[in-house]
C-alpha cells in the first residue's frame, strides 16, 4: 500500500527539550511538506522540500528545523525555541497536482 | 499572493438536507482549486479538485463543487448529507506555476466545520 507514516502518533515531552517527527512516504514524490494544526487557525506551512538536500522555509519556520537526507524521508524536530509546541502536525507529500497527507502527530508540551 | 476564505466556521445541519460549503479564493494568477476533509484525529483526505476544462467537478462521497472564475468561488454541495460527512472541511489553492516546480504549495483556508444532525 501506498502512502505517507507519521509516527509516532501522540507524543509527550517536558518543556526544554528537543523532539523529532517521523514522516515517510513511498508514493516518490519529489515534494514534502509540514504543517502546523492549531484549533480554529487551519493549516500552516513550517517547511518544505522539493528535492533531496534542499528545503526552504514556510510561513513559521522559528523553533523547527528539518533535513531531507532521503526522497522517502522529510523528519522535524520542534526544537527548545519553539515558544508554542503544543498542536497536531501533519506531513505531506506531492504530486505534480495534489498533496497527499499522512496521519498526523500531535504533540503535547508541558 | 494568494488567500483563501471559507465564509462560514461552522455549519450545523440536519441529516438528508442539502449543503453548501462556501469558499472564495484571491490571486492574482491561474491557480488549481481543491477541497480536503478532515475526520477527527486524522490526516487531511482529497475530496476533489479542479486543475481546468469542466468547471463542475465531482468527488468521492456525493460532494461536487462548481468554479466560478468571475466570483472566484469554488462552493462545494452535497445533496443530501449523512451522519457520516460530520468533518472539517478545507479549501486549498496552489498556483499553476508553482505547480510546474514539481509541487505547488497549497494555501489553505481556515476550514468549515460540518455537523449532521439526525
Known amino acids: 500500500d501506498g502512502g505517507i507514516t507519521q509516527s509516532p502518533k501522540y507524543l509527550f515531552r517536558k518543556e526544554g527539550q528537543n523532539v523529532t517527527l517521523s514522516c515517510e512516504q513511498n508514493l516518490n514524490h519529489d515534494a514534502m511538506y509540514w504543517y502546523r494544526q492549531d484549533p480554529g487557525q487551519g493549516l500552516r506551512l513550517i517547511y518544505y522540500s522539493q528535492i533531496v538536500n534542499d528545503f526552504q522555509k514556510g510561513d513559521i519556520a522559528e523553533g523547527y528545523s528539518v533535513s531531507r537526507e532521503k526522497k522517502e524521508s522529510f523528519p522535524l524536530t520542534v526544537t527548545s525555541a519553539q515558544k508554542n509546541p503544543t498542536a497536531f502536525y501533519l506531513c505531506?507529500?506531492?504530486?505534480?497536482?495534489?498533496?497527499?497527507f499522512g496521519p498526523g502527530t500531535r504533540l503535547t508540551v508541558t | 499572493a494568494q488567500s483563501v476564505t471559507q465564509l462560514d466556521s461552522q455549519v450545523p445541519v440536519f441529516e438528508e438536507a442539502p449543503v453548501e460549503l462556501r469558499c472564495n479564493y484571491s490571486s492574482s494568477v491561474s491557480v488549481y482549486l481543491f477541497w480536503y476533509v478532515q475526520y477527527p484525529n486524522q490526516g487531511l483526505q482529497l475530496l476533489l479538485k479542479y486543475l481546468s476544462g469542466s468547471t463542475l467537478v465531482k468527488g468521492i462521497n456525493g460532494f461536487e463543487a462548481e468554479f466560478n472564475k468571475s466570483q472566484t468561488s469554488f462552493h462545494l454541495r452535497k445533496p443530501s448529507v449523512h451522519i457520516s460527512d460530520t468533518a472539517e472541511y478545507f479549501c486549498?489553492?496552489?498556483?499553476?506555476?508553482?505547480?510546474?516546480?514539481?509541487?505547488?504549495?497549497?494555501?489553505f483556508g481556515q476550514g468549515t466545520e460540518l455537523s449532521v444532525k439526525p
Open positions: 505531506a507529500s506531492s504530486s505534480r497536482y495534489e498533496q497527499y
Open positions: 486549498a489553492v496552489s498556483d499553476r506555476l508553482g505547480i510546474y516546480n514539481q509541487g505547488g504549495k497549497l494555501i
